[in-house]
């Protein structure tokens, strides 16, 4: 082969690789984007859950104080 038939060669495979990374670069774009949604959808419920936890405690710690409360004034009178 010549010189120049050479140096066509290696700019063709110099060519399809850039393509290639481009068309991977492209591709890794569109997956953080989804990552990053998915991300958001978690957080968005994590922090939905952590509220919740948060009430249903709340109301778990009234029942036990309603609870406790008259077993502690029946326990005096039965003295």
């Known amino acids: ?4 038939a050479d140096w066509s060669a290696q700019l063709d495979d110099i060519q399809a690789k850039v393509e290639r990374l481009a068309l991977r670069h492209a ?3 569109r997956t953080h984007a989804l990552l990053q949604q ?3 959808q978690l957080e968005t419920e994590r922090d939905s859950l952590r509220q919740r936890l948060s009430e249903a405690r709340v109301r778990v710690d009234q029942l036990l104080a309603r609870l406790q409360g008259p077993q502690d004034g029946q326990a005096a009178e039965g003295r």
Do not use: D, Y
């Open 1 to 4: 082969m010549n010189p120049a």
């Open 27 to 29: 591709e890794a774009g």
């Open 38 to 40: 998915r991300v958001q």
